[in-house]
């Protein structure tokens, strides 16, 4: 069965430290990779996405995630957090040539001033 | 605003009640999907359209629910004799081709 896994609800980080949100996958077949953030009340925005090619990925708001084959994970980095980056973040996987999405169940990421 | 628009932003029904829902998607992706959140979960995947062509549909929907896509614009998704269950989070998203999901701000439901 296709399954992401988020192993920490939530993860703390002061100000100005880089942090890390952890993801890991298992499916059959070439993932497409996404990063998602939700806002109290709000819908998702979208972060970064891997498809193919370099296994460091840049995206929205300083955030970066890393494809690891090997180690079926999809981490989320930022160098220097802020406190507006707290907010749920949602790792997710779609099949190539699908158009689904599974989703992990989120961590809360808290940044402390 | 260009992006998924989802109306209303909040319903509160009583307990066998029908609600309606509208989307309406990025003009240009002809695919549009639907999701439920409920509180500490990911979104779970509902059905998936696209053009007008509803292409496939979870377990998680229940004869009560049904999805319309006509002309293959603003989708619709009805809940009939709604359940407490059913009280959630419903996201709409649309994409164009393999690219990523853009999602509304979501439609919360709560059934009382």
């Known amino acids: 069965a296709q399954s992401v896994a988020q192993p920490e609800d939530q993860v703390n980080v002061a100000e100005g430290n880089p942090l890390t949100v952890k993801c890991t996958y298992s499916?059959?077949?070439?993932?497409?990779l996404f990063w998602y953030v939700q806002y109290p009340n709000r819908g998702l925005q979208f972060l970064l996405k891997?498809?193919?090619?370099?296994?460091l990925v840049k995206g929205s708001y300083g955030f970066e995630a890393e494809f690891n084959k090997s180690q079926t994970s999809f981490h989320l980095k930022k160098p220097s957090a802020l406190v507006s980056d707290s907010a749920l973040y949602f790792c997710?996987?779609?099949?190539?040539?699908?158009?689904?999405?599974?989703f992990g169940t989120g961590t809360r990421l808290k940044v402390l001033a | 605003d260009t992006g998924v628009s989802q109306d209303p932003r909040h319903k509160i029904t009583k307990r066998g009640q029908n609600v309606t829902f509208r989307c309406d998607p990025i003009?240009?992706?002809?695919?549009l999907y639907w999701y439920r959140q409920t509180l500490g979960q990911g979104p779970e995947f509902l059905t998936y359209?696209?053009?007008?062509?509803?292409?496939?549909k979870s377990r998680l929907l229940s004869d009560r629910f049904s999805a319309e896509r006509p002309k293959g614009s603003f989708s619709t998704l009805e809940i009939q004799r709604t359940e407490q269950g059913d009280s959630a989070m419903y996201l709409c998203?649309?994409?164009?081709?393999?690219?990523?999901?853009?999602f509304g701000q979501g439609t919360r439901l709560t059934v009382v």
């Open positions: 891997y498809i193919t090619g370099d296994n």
């Open positions: 997710a996987v779609s099949l190539s040539g699908t158009y689904k999405y599974i």
């Open positions: 998203a649309s994409s164009s081709g393999q690219g990523q999901a853009f």
């Open positions: 499916v059959s077949g070439n993932p497409y």
């Open positions: 359209f696209q053009n007008e062509a509803q292409l496939e």
């Open positions: 003009s240009e992706h002809n695919r």
